[in-house]
């Protein structure tokens, strides 16, 4: 693999890199995205797919990207968090979970946007989730701040909106 060009389109940008020279052959697809492009959105924490912080979209499906290398997203399409809009209605889902009785979705905001791209990912395969499929699509993420109400009832909003105006 190492001199061929691989191509990849990253939150709409196109990128054509090299492995051995732009990255190593043997770097993950977070070490890539992180280190050497710079979307801090891709948060490391277990860096062995304990945890979902890492989670991206590949091709509008989510995956754990510290448990892949870089070199096999070739030809794919990558979302990160800096690829959605600030008005994304998931993410203000988020940001504006406030209701009585279930906190906020955020505290230090470090797990959300696994969270928020996990949340995209089950929502396009599965607009109408019950709770306890929320529960069952979002169980690879780890909330250390442990919001895990407040996200799940934020999701169950964003859901039920976003089904409202498809009506
Ligand atoms: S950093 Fe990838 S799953 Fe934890
Ligand atoms: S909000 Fe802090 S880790 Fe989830």
Redesign the pocket.
Same mark, same amino acid.
């Given at each position: 693999m190492s001199g061929q060009r691989i191509n990849m389109r990253i939150n709409g940008r196109d990128y054509t890199l090299i492995p051995g020279k732009d990255f190593e052959v043997t770097e993950t697809l977070s070490e890539l995205l992180r280190e050497r492009l710079g979307f801090t959105g891709v948060r490391l924490s277990c860096k062995q797919g304990a945890c979902g912080a890492c989670t991206v979209l590949l091709n509008g499906r989510s995956v754990l990207s510290c448990m892949m290398l870089a070199v096999e997203a070739d030809g794919c399409e990558i979302t990160t968090i800096e690829g959605l809009p600030a008005d994304d209605p998931v993410i203000l889902a988020f940001a504006n979970e406030t209701d009585p009785g279930y906190g906020?979705?955020?505290?230090? =905001?470090?797990?959300?946007p696994g969270?928020v791209l996990e949340t995209k990912s089950l929502l396009s395969e599965n607009p109408h989730p019950t709770r306890e499929e929320i529960r069952d699509g979002l169980s690879g993420h780890?909330?250390?701040? =442990?919001?895990y109400q407040g996200?799940e009832h934020a999701v169950e909003k964003v859901a039920q909106a976003i089904s409202e105006e498809g009506k």
């Open positions: 906020t979705a955020m505290q230090c =905001g470090f797990c959300t969270f780890v909330c250390r701040c =442990g919001v996200i």
